[in-house]
């Protein structure tokens, strides 16, 4: 009894083990703990630039909350001090129950209720408490175990710290995502933290620990164990529900690649809507006016070579297969899982008339920005078939960067179309576009059409309704300002004409907005919300 009130004081603790090997396994915890806490804080960034995109500002949002809260947890353990054991031991089973979790309840809330920036914003704050509290026990502890001046003791304990945040940052994106994905990774994660931080507790302060509170950090890590790996066991079917939530019951095609989430949904041709992280990027029901909109425009002139650049549907190359007289179309696209798909899935293969599939196309895998540094050759169409200017991943390939290398592939008389987002909904992005081009030499004509006649689910993008301004599009040549027209060779088209398209060049322009500076890499200037 006195040598246990004379630890709780702050004196030696009663290890187990000689005390050089308990300030080992304090760092091993600190390793552990520290790699841990940041697959929480990558899963929690990851998983909100999927679900809500724009990752510059979810990955301020997550770390400047956490940074802050683990500020917060800092001052809060100090009363833990004097119980600096049972502190620790608690806090990481609420750490490995809360980090665990995140993921699911993250994933969740957006899929039920359509929004989870507030969920993240919570989970922020709370990881980064808890993280927060661990470094003042820790510190505690070390010195209870093998007494030593305080700057030595700082210098290990952040050592390990940092070594294990080195290997949980590595861990993250080369072992758990593969391997298990966000939600499994981060019950995974939860056990392994309640794991280290009990056995410390439990093995090598047990004698410093009260017969009580032992059994309370025994229920405490058993129960937190249990339940996250009955979540891990039911991932799968949880996943599957919230699939449903968002996509509806028709989910025929559902797959996590190195790049995105890609998800088919729709029993045919006619009913087919393609996903891509959450975001309705292709609806069998109005494409063609979307496509026939980037592409034909372009058309109207030489068009024997043509380069596209994303649009791995196959849906922008079978509106450019419609002129006999192409020779080559060249198709770049990031993600192969969507190329695939555009050519062994029955609906898409068939909406995209197997255009993959035409001796004429040659697709290649790989980043646009990084394949056109390397280009040879010059092409008559350039089709820029991207994701939304106002998703920070692809914010570079708006930049005007990116349209001087569109501008060295082009050929003396050759014209650019690309998707620039809607001029009504988001005026400052679409007109930024502009802005890039002709700080490239471009000289664009913004035109635009109205989108779906009822409003997307998924939020605006390719399948963007009217309600946010419809689709926006650029036609840039490279030594004049193309007319907007349509070839004589135009195939007949179901929603597009040369009087439709004079329209949508006045309605596009009436609402320029003039003296906005081009976004560049070192400088993006798309923050407009999504």
Known sequence: MIDQQVSLRGGAARLPVRPRTGRYLVLAAVFICAACGLVYELELVALASYLIGDSVTQASVVLSVMVFAMGIGSLLAKRLRSRAAVGFGLIEAALALVGGFSALVLYASFAWFGES?????????????????????LMTLIQRVDRQDAGGAVADLFAADYVGALVGGLAFPFLLLPMLGQLTGALLTGAVNAAAGGALVLWVFRRDVSPRARWLLI????????????????????????????????????????????????????????????????????????????????????????LILGGGDGLAAREVLRYPDVRSVTLVELDPTVTRLARTDPALSALNAHAL????????TGDAFTWLRTARGRYDVVISDLPDPGISDGTKLYSAEFYGLVAEA????????????PPVGRPRTYWTVDASMRAAGLRPRPYRISGRRSGSVAGPDRAEGDADGGWGFLLAGKAATPALGLAPDAPALRSLSVPGLLDAGRGAEAGRLSGLPPSTLVHPRYWEGR
């Open 117 to 137: 920036r507030y969920a993240l914003v919570a989970f922020s704050l709370t990881i980064g408490v808890l993280i927060g509290a661990e470094i003042p026990l």
């Open 219 to 306: 229920a405490a890590n058993v129960t937190v164990i249990a339940v996250l790996a009955t979540a891990a066991l039911l991932a799968g079917d949880f996943e599957r529900a919230a699939r449903r939530a968002v996509y509806g019951d028709q989910v025929r095609v559902a797959v996590r690649t190195d790049v995105q989430e890609v998800v088919l949904t729709g029993a045919g041709r006619s009913s087919l809507d393609l996903y891509l992280d959450g975001r309705l990027r292709v609806s069998a029901r109005d494409e063609y006016r979307y496509h026939e909109a980037l592409v034909h425009p372009a058309m109207n002139g030489p068009h024997a070579r043509v």
């Open 357 to 364: 599939d035409d001796p004429r196309v040659t697709t290649v």
């Open 410 to 421: 082009l050929a003396p008389d050759g014209r650019l179309a690309a998707h620039a987002g």
